[in-house]
């Protein structure tokens, strides 16, 4: 590859550009071909797959069936990324975006359709009333940090871990300059839980579950294998919080939550 490479005036898109998620990726949105996804008998069904934002959801759904709320029941389905299954009509018209996870409510009428998993947390944690302070500044710094991980994984995942795991070349500029901003956002972390039980105070919150899936799971070095490169171990009081929620039962079970095909 030329390491002088200069964009064109106009670009075009290069199937042959290599990575892992090549034969995924495409410039445009939209459904690719006709699909009918499974719906299951429970009032919430889940389509998603165990990737950190999937697993963010299975947390929230196993930490409400640990306390056996009513309603909070569901069905989840597997949607593979890899086999284009995103780009499927019914997925597309839950989802208009094509990633996962995609939850539907049909304990409502008309059923909601929900995509985002910042916003299907937030969703959840409103209608079971769990999981999210009920004190206005509390919230607010709930909110706060949900909303920063919503915006600072993809430096993580389609930065970091792209460029270090994925790329099929590896280039010094693209993997120092994620490389530098994801310690810098594990620091933030490990500053904010030095006085804290979890990101809000004593309170287990969607704050500390959309995190965990992301950042707990590269400080327990089960992210990109990145553990020893990134030096994670230094990260003291982040490892205490993140060891404390890989502990929970509901958090294992969403690791390997067990996902029923779509066909």
């Given at each position: 590859?030329?390491?002088?490479?200069?964009?064109?005036?106009?670009?075009?898109?290069?199937?042959?550009?290599?990575?892992?998620?090549?034969?995924?990726?495409?410039?445009?949105?939209?459904?690719?071909?006709?699909?009918?996804?499974?719906?299951?008998?429970?009032?919430?069904?889940?389509?998603?797959?165990?990737?950190?934002?999937?697993?963010?959801i299975n947390m929230l759904l196993e930490e409400l069936a640990e306390l056996g709320i009513?309603?909070?029941?569901?069905?989840?389905?597997?949607?593979?990324?890899?086999?284009?299954?995103?780009?499927?009509?019914?997925?597309?018209?839950?989802?208009?975006?094509?990633?996962?996870?995609?939850?539907?409510?049909?304990?409502?009428?008309?059923?909601?359709?929900?995509?985002?998993?910042?916003?299907?947390?937030?969703?959840?944690?409103?209608?079971?009333?769990?999981?999210?302070?009920?004190?206005?500044?509390?919230?607010?710094?709930?909110?706060?940090?949900?909303?920063?991980?919503?915006?600072?994984?993809?430096?993580?995942?389609?930065?970091?871990?792209?460029?270090?795991?994925?790329?099929?070349?590896?280039?010094?500029?693209?993997?120092?300059?994620?490389?530098?901003?994801?310690?810098?956002?594990?620091?933030?972390?490990?500053?904010?839980?030095?006085?804290?039980?979890?990101?809000?105070?004593?309170?287990?919150?969607?704050?500390?579950?959309?995190?965990?899936?992301?950042?707990?799971?590269?400080?327990?070095?089960?992210?990109?294998?990145?553990?020893?490169?990134?030096?994670?171990?230094?990260?003291?009081?982040?490892q205490r919080w993140a060891k404390n929620l890989d502990d929970r039962p509901a958090v294992?079970?969403?690791?390997?939550?067990?996902?029923?095909?779509?066909?």
């Amino acid at each position: 590859m030329d390491n002088h490479y200069q964009p064109p005036k106009i670009w075009i898109n290069n199937q042959a550009n290599g990575g892992k998620f090549a034969s995924t990726n495409r410039p445009t949105a939209g459904a690719t071909h006709e699909q009918h996804l499974p719906i299951g008998k429970n009032p919430l069904q889940l389509y998603s797959l165990n990737t950190p934002n999937g697993i963010k959801i299975n947390m929230l759904l196993e930490e409400l069936a640990e306390l056996g709320i009513e309603g909070a029941q569901y069905d989840a389905y597997k949607i593979d990324i890899m086999n284009g299954d995103q780009f499927g009509s019914d997925f597309v018209a839950i989802n208009p975006n094509s990633k996962i996870p995609a939850l539907v409510d049909n304990s409502v009428n008309p059923p909601i359709k929900l995509f985002e998993s910042g916003a299907i947390l937030l969703y959840l944690a409103e209608k079971f009333e769990q999981f999210i302070p009920t004190d206005t500044a509390k919230r607010a710094e709930c909110l706060s940090w949900l909303f920063w991980q919503m915006g600072a994984a993809p430096y993580v995942g389609g930065g970091f871990g792209h460029f270090y795991a994925y790329a099929p070349e590896k280039f010094e500029y693209a993997i120092n300059r994620f490389t530098m901003e994801t310690k810098r956002q594990l620091d933030l972390l490990d500053r904010h839980l030095a006085t804290r039980t979890f990101m809000v105070g004593n309170d287990y919150s969607i704050a500390d579950i959309a995190i965990w899936a992301w950042y707990g799971q590269l400080a327990l070095g089960k992210l990109y294998n990145a553990g020893e490169f990134l030096q994670v171990q230094n990260y003291t009081h982040l490892q205490r919080w993140a060891k404390n929620l890989d502990d929970r039962p509901a958090v294992q079970r969403a690791l390997t939550l067990p996902l029923q095909p779509i066909a």
